[in-house]
């Protein structure tokens, strides 16, 4: 499990002995190892093409530095599988530098705006970067009460999400 930090370093996993400090993704061709992150809102995306697996922590930080598009070019598209664990479908948000970063990226697509409130439709945005035939977890982790948010609890809890070849 990596050290999180909502960053953009991707790490490849060869000896088991890799730094994973300041990383949120992770990758490997190795059979031994299994993959893993921690996550209460933020969305846990695993990959696999038969070769290789990884998997990656996004959050609006890490979809708006591009973590998906970075772990795609890792892999082979016509064989790929992604799967999405339980995370946040959307959350509002003010016009601050998280708005400006997901404008920035996607225009106002994926932002409803009512009266004095802003929402950003995250799993939309999210959908929007990956292959068609994803299999993802429907559970939403501000609604669902036996799962860990950040936002609705302000929780340490954490959901691990692992892949692995075996």
Known sequence: LPEQVHGERIVEII??????????????????????????????????????????????????????????????REKLNVFIGPFLHSFEIKKDFCFDKIQEKFGDKYFIQEEDKITFLFKDA???????????????????????SFRRDKTSKRLVTVISFK
């Open 15 to 76: 000896t088991g002995n890799e730094n994973l400090d300041g990383c949120d993704t992770l990758i490997t061709k190795d059979k031994n190892f299994s993959l893993g992150i921690k996550t209460a809102d933020c969305a846990a995306i695993c990959f696999f093409d038969g070769e290789k697996i990884g998997i990656a922590h996004i959050g609006w930080r890490g979809l708006c530095l591009s973590l998906i598009e970075k772990m795609l070019a890792k892999f082979n």
């Open 126 to 148: 999210i959908i929007s970067l990956l292959p068609k035939n994803v299999q993802m977890d429907a559970r939403n982790t501000f609604e669902d009460l036996s799962l860990p």
